[in-house]
């Protein structure tokens, strides 16, 4: 029980990468609000955790919003009790959505989760945020089109939040780190796996030879906002079955 006594909120808890780091949060003891633009989503998570004993909360939460997230982190302190852990995972693909949506949800929703996370956490003791970024955090595709660079932009900008916000708190007892992870088998990638061409060529692209899959992540995840990970912050870690290494 690594998180027993704590207290997190996860955002994008409705599904994919969110729903399985709440998850695992609660199997190892931590209360969890789900935060979710998808209500539904939300409450299936927390109903999901209750039924297996655990505790949580759901909220709906839109990041583009900063008093959205603002008011979602005091809900969660209402409601269960305190704040020690902030997991920032709502954002969306380069598909079908402009440079100014992308910096909104990828990169404001995060910010907005830092700026009032973090004096929260340091207010119940200390603690964790981790944001995800991406491998596209960490490198380019070449011929990108406008919604790719502006995803990269993004998820580039969310590793540097990180190591700006760690910086500013690693004396006051906040770890801050993401994760960057290679192509995952969510919701949001299941439009791009319609093609089995694209399929094998993108999964060709990880050495390990195969996809990511959320509890990959959420395993990352948890590992980071552990007290396992006590020394370690400011830190993009790649969770991209060695995507980045070549």
Not at 129 to 139: A, F, K, N, P
């Amino acid at each position: 029980m690594r998180l027993e006594g704590k207290v997190a909120m996860v955002t994008g808890a409705g599904s994919g990468i969110g729903r399985a780091t709440a998850e695992a949060f609660a199997r190892e003891g931590a209360a969890v609000m789900c935060a979710d633009l998808n209500l539904g989503g939300a409450l299936e998570t927390a109903r999901t955790i209750e039924a297996a004993g655990g505790q949580a909360g759901a909220r709906e939460l839109n990041v583009r919003a900063e008093e959205s997230v603002r008011d979602a982190l005091e809900a969660t302190v209402a409601e269960l009790g305190a704040l020690h852990i902030l997991v920032n995972n709502a954002g969306i693909g380069g598909r079908d959505h402009t440079w100014d949506d992308l910096i909104e949800v990828n990169l404001n929703g995060v910010q907005y989760g830092l700026k009032h996370g973090a004096p929260l956490i340091e207010a119940f003791g200390g603690g964790s945020i981790v944001s995800l970024s991406s491998i596209l955090g960490l490198i380019g595709i070449p011929g990108a089109t406008d919604d790719g660079t502006g995803y990269t932009a993004s998820k580039h900008g969310v590793v540097g939040l990180t190591r700006a916000y760690a910086l500013n708190y690693a004396r006051r007892g906040v770890r801050v780190n993401c994760v960057n992870p290679g192509f995952v088998e969510t919701p949001l990638t299941a439009p791009l796996w319609d093609d089995p061409d694209r399929l094998e060529s993108t999964t060709a692209r990880h050495p390990i030879g195969r996809l990511g899959q959320p509890e990959d992540i959420a395993n990352a995840i948890l590992f980071l906002v552990s007290e396992e990970a006590s020394f370690i912050t400011g830190v993009a870690l790649p969770v991209d079955g060695g995507y980045t290494a070549q």
